[in-house]
């Protein structure tokens, strides 16, 4: 038996594209192996210089971790003692026949609402640990009305900030890991950013990268783990190095310029040996980083993940009943819902994430959640129901961008709708898909997350997919299996899955 964790943190999912299979839930008078209790209030803490309102679980911020055996039923009960709706979504938790159970606003369940509980029941089995995130339908609203630009103003390890922020004088508090020479050490990184890719690196030591996205994975050993937003990796750590302290570094990376630079905040913890040589007034050795645009390095350090094989590896398949080419990309919408308004740097505008040309859109927290109206055929709140086409509207070249400059060739191209944006498959269809970033407004490379399902990830690629080209770089043997697809800036990643 294998002892799992479901770890916190703090973090927001904003749904692109909700695939419906059928589904059962778990009765609700299973007996649980595993039972907690979570209370959800607001507290005030001081952070970054400034007093703020901060949401957080049984008193703590990041919240509890949930200790299971492989095989456990597990049940939370939710008591929203907070003044906002919301939810706790269980990120990469196989919801197999379960979906009910997800905890996404408005696709699977509406949002608690202040002074009211909930009761979620799931079953964990074959995986090597999770982790869990309230949704704040807050933050969904202040996304209703455009992109999203309320950047980060820094970046933590475990809740710190690390002594290269400094706000009032005095050097932040940093995470410190305490490590004895010769022992091995199981370091599960989970990147709960919103829109940040980290580099993360131990100064004078290396990781053995042994799993990702709570899936085996063949080790391999690098000295610099690249992360995406919603992906997670397991890595082992010897403590080999001369007794001293190094420091770790998460240094946010970015697209390039031309592509809008956004603010990135490096943090670092503090790992140190507990040998009595080691006086307290060492100066810790510092990385050398990558640089914080080298997309390549990232590219290459998700092509190193393949699947370790064992006896109860799920088989890869080799054929699918449904073929998807989904192009995410950046258009503009008329800021009031309108079908007409002024173009290029003009206020009438907003920015938006879309997929084929259709930017997601979430029904009112009052209306019915869009699986459960698929489910029991009910339609409220489902007006604007929009299915998932196969492929985008036009076809272009779509990671050039000296063939779509800014203006109005771009415009043209760039079209965008919003919808409640949906594509049912049957119960057992097996799917490939192929997502293709472009250069459209912004590059930056894509996580794609699956909520409670696994994909197998085929094959990534720069430059435009072509099928006649690429089809035959794909890995059925032995792809990575995982919840989170990173698809590289100005590229394509493929996957399949089995509903």
């Given amino acids: 038996m294998k002892l799992r964790s479901l770890t916190t943190a703090a973090a927001v999912v904003v749904a692109a594209i909700t695939f419906l299979f059928s589904a059962t839930a778990m009765p609700s008078g299973t007996t649980a192996d595993a039972e907690y209790t979570f209370v959800v209030s607001q507290v005030n803490m001081t952070h970054m210089c400034q007093e703020m309102s901060v949401a957080v679980v049984n008193g703590q911020l990041p919240g509890p971790s949930i200790e299971v055996t492989e095989g456990d039923s597990v049940v939370v009960h939710i008591v929203n003692l907070s003044p906002y709706n919301m939810t706790i979504h269980w990120h990469g938790v196989r919801q197999l026949r379960n979906c009910w159970n997800d905890g996404v606003p408005m696709i699977t369940q509406r949002p608690i609402q202040p002074n009211q509980n909930f009761t979620y029941r799931f079953d964990v089995a074959d995986q090597e640990g999770e982790w869990w995130e309230k949704d704040l339908a807050k933050v969904g609203n202040n996304m209703t009305n455009g992109f999203f630009d309320d950047y980060s103003s820094g970046s933590t390890i475990n809740g710190k900030l690390g002594d290269l922020f400094n706000c009032s004088g005095v050097p932040e508090e940093s995470y410190v890991l305490d490590v004895e020479p010769g022992q091995t050490y199981l370091l599960r990184v ?25 899936n085996h994975v063949n080790p391999f050993t690098t000295d610099t783990i690249s ?19 190094y420091y770790m570094v998460a240094l946010p990376s970015q697209a390039p310029p031309p592509d809008t630079q956004t603010p990135e905040w490096t943090t670092r913890a503090l790992v ?34 393949t699947s370790l094989r064992h006896r109860r590896r799920a088989q890869v398949p080799k054929e699918a009943d449904e073929h998807l080419f989904v192009v995410l990309g950046l258009g503009s919408i008329c800021r009031n819902g309108g079908l007409s308004c002024k173009r290029g740097n003009s206020n009438e505008i907003i920015l938006v994430a879309n997929m084929n040309n259709v930017s997601f859109h979430l029904p009112p927290d009052m209306a019915t959640p869009i699986l459960e109206s698929q489910y029991y055929r009910h339609q409220n709140g489902m007006d604007g129901l929009h299915e998932l086409s196969n492929r985008p509207p036009v076809t272009f070249n779509f990671t050039d961008r000296d063939l779509i400059p800014f ?6 191209l760039e079209p965008t709708s919003r919808a409640k944006l949906v594509r049912r498959f049957r119960h057992g269809a097996t799917v490939d898909v192929v997502f293709q970033s472009t250069g459209m407004l912004q590059g930056d490379s894509n996580p794609m997350h699956l909520h409670g399902h696994d994909m197998f990830v085929l094959a990534q690629g720069l430059g435009n997919y072509n099928a006649a080209r690429d089809v035959a770089t794909y890995n059925l043997v032995d792809p990575p299996r995982k919840n989170t697809v990173l698809v590289p800036n100005l590229g394509w990643a493929a996957a399949i899955c089995r509903g």
Wanted: negative net charge.
């Fill in 272 to 305: 140190q040996y507990t040998s009595p040589g080691n006086g307290s007034d060492d100066v810790p050795e510092a990385p050398v980083m990558p640089d914080n645009h080298d997309t390549i390095s990232s590219f290459y350090f998700h092509g190193n993940l």
């Fill in 407 to 412: 203006g109005p060739k771009e415009m043209a």
């Fill in 227 to 245: 992360i995406a937003p919603g992906e997670t990796m397991d890595a082992l750590v010897v403590a080999d190095a001369p007794p001293g302290k």
């Fill in 190 to 214: 989970i990147n709960a950013a919103l829109f940040s890719e980290y580099f993360i690196k131990i100064a004078g030591h290396k990781f053995t990268v042994v799993s990702a996205d709570a």
